[in-house]
């Protein structure tokens, strides 16, 4: 099995940056896709962004695209999440998701494992 860890969260100002890591432990993670997850209080976990296991194509949701890049460290045990330009509607605990191989990196369905969440938040 796959155990994820996030880290990186906390409190910036509008127009800020954070960068968000997510540690993985567990065999195979090297062929595990890799996706990022939102959600805010009061609302449903929606997409952000993800990463195919080589780690060659990336993909993201309109709202954040241009602000934040999602990357694998080279190890391949650590996926980032660099988050620029920050805005307060970016408030919100981000999860890292895993799964394997290739396939439908939008919805929370298709992954299996998730890490406990970190909390962001902007400030205005």
């Known amino acids: 099995q796959v155990q994820l860890v996030e880290s990186g969260g906390g409190l910036v100002q509008a127009g800020g940056s954070l960068r968000l890591s997510c540690a993985a432990s567990?065999?195979?993670?090297?062929?595990?896709?890799m996706g990022w997850f939102r959600q805010a209080p009061g609302k449903e976990r929606e997409f952000v962004a993800a990463?195919?296991?080589?780690?060659?194509?990336?993909y993201y949701a309109d709202s954040v695209k241009g602000r934040f890049t999602i990357s694998r460290g080279g190890a391949k045990n650590t996926v980032y999440l660099q988050m620029n330009s920050l805005k307060p509607e970016d408030t919100a605990v981000y999860y890292c998701?895993?799964?394997?191989?290739?396939?439908?990196?939008?919805?929370?369905?298709?992954?299996?494992?998730w890490g406990q969440g970190t909390q962001v938040t902007v400030s205005s």
């Open positions: 998701a895993a799964s394997r191989g290739s396939g439908s990196y939008y919805y929370t369905e298709w992954y299996p494992y």
């Open positions: 567990g065999r195979t993670f090297s062929s595990y896709a």
């Open positions: 990463i195919s296991w080589s780690g060659g194509n990336t």
